[in-house]
């Protein structure tokens, strides 16, 4: 059975540094890539990038290219997901999903992690 | 602001049927094969629809999808109280170079 675990829920200062989780199993992890999709309170879905735990080879969503690092750690089949210094405007339920690409326009999440929210607030 | 735009909101009444509208442009949905997710309050996003139509095991077929030109659509027939729950499609854009979600409807059942 394919599945995406994450840590746990964060609560952190204006400021600090945070680095959450994705652990898979079940599946190759290094054969297929990690997307991760931020989810801000009441809000819709919103793609941040997605990384290939075989190369850690990354692609960044303009969006939020500079605000976050992707790295995968592919002897134990973990993805993350990091901050260098957290806003309040970061907060929001953060999901990791494995992402089926048959070909580049037919890619979709197949798989979804349970998600780990993160609070920051002073 | 999504280059996808859905209805905020659709309803029915049980056992009518709805249907979710996805707009995009050439640039996108025009060439691309769309997926669908499901979203419960509260919970986890969940794959409905794959690769414009086809739906993944365990998804009953009152779901389907379908697409014309630059738009998409997603279909529930027989709803279900069981169904209320956020919609939202998903594309890659190559002008872009990035996946984009659609901005969601929600479905309520009357």
């Known amino acids: 059975e394919v599945q995406l675990v994450q840590s746990g829920a964060e609560v952190k200062k204006p400021g600090e540094s945070l680095k959450i989780s994705c652990k898979g199993s079940?599946?190759?992890?290094?054969?297929?890539?990690i997307a991760w999709v931020r989810q801000m309170p009441g809000k819709g879905l919103e793609w941040m990038g997605i990384?290939?735990?075989?190369?850690?080879?990354?692609r960044y969503s303009p969006s939020f290219q500079g605000q976050v690092t992707f790295s995968a750690d592919k002897s134990i089949d973990t993805a993350y997901l990091q901050w260098s210094s957290l806003k309040a405007s970061d907060t929001a339920m953060y999901y990791c999903?494995?992402?089926?690409?048959?070909?580049?326009?037919?890619?979709?999440?197949?798989?979804w992690g349970q998600g780990t929210l993160v609070t920051v607030s002073s | 602001q999504s280059v996808l735009t859905q209805p905020p909101s659709v309803s029915a009444a049980p056992g009518q049927k709805v249907t979710i509208s996805c707009s995009g442009s050439?640039?996108?949905?025009?060439?691309?094969?769309v997926s669908w997710y499901q979203q419960f309050s509260g919970t986890v996003p969940k794959l409905l629809i794959y690769e414009n139509n086809k739906r993944p095991s365990g998804i009953p077929d009152r779901f389907s999808g379908s697409k014309s030109g630059t738009s998409a659509t997603l279909g529930i027939t027989g709803l279900q109280t069981g169904d209320e729950a956020d919609y939202y499609c998903?594309?890659?854009?190559?002008?872009?170079?990035?996946?984009?979600f659609g901005t969601g409807t929600k479905v309520t059942v009357l």
């Open positions: 050439s640039s996108n949905i025009g060439n691309i094969y």
């Open positions: 999903a494995r992402v089926v690409v048959p070909d580049v326009t037919r890619d979709y999440f197949d798989h």
């Open positions: 079940g599946y190759s992890f290094t054969s297929y890539w």
């Open positions: 998903g594309i890659w854009d190559s002008s872009l170079n990035a996946y984009v």
């Open positions: 990384i290939y735990p075989g190369d850690s080879d990354t």
